[in-house]
Nanobody, 124 residues
Framework: QVQLVESGGGLVQAGGSLRLSCRASTRTFSNYVMAWFRQAPGKEREFVAAIGWSGGSTSYTDSVKGRFTISRDNAKSTVYLQMNSLKPEDTARYYC?????????????????WGRGTQVTVSS
């Protein structure tokens, strides 16, 4: 069982930046593909970004390309999401997810473990 704990959310003005962190409670963190999803009120949980074992492979949803960057520090069992040029439509609860696999997937069903999320609110 892997526990994921997110942090770094908050309230920010449009155009601002936030950095989310997700720490995993596993000694085999480097064997997990890690991802961020988000869910706005009344909407489905959607894929944001994912990163492979070594960080060399990444994937982003189109709406965040060029603004968000996913990265990982395997020594700290932590994955990050740097969010720049934030927009009101980025407002959502952001969830960290882990998949014991080598495939960088974009679908919710691929991920085995989930955190409780951290709230990001972007004001206009």
């Amino acid at each position: 069982q892997v526990q994921l704990v997110e942090s770094g959310g908050g309230l920010v003005q449009a155009g601002g930046s936030l950095r989310l962190s997700c720490r995993a409670s596993t000694r085999t963190f480097s064997n997990y593909v890690m991802a961020w999803f988000r869910q706005a009120p009344g909407k489905e949980r959607e894929f944001v970004a994912a990163i492979g074992w070594s960080g060399g492979s990444t994937s982003y949803t189109d709406s965040v390309k060029g603004r968000f960057t996913i990265s990982r520090d395997n020594a700290k069992s932590t994955v990050y999401l740097q969010m720049n040029s934030l927009k009101p439509e980025d407002t959502a609860r952001y969830y960290c997810a882990a998949d014991y696999s080598s495939v960088v997937a974009k679908i919710r069903e691929a991920y085995d473990y989930w955190g409780r999320g951290t709230q990001v609110t972007v004001s206009s």
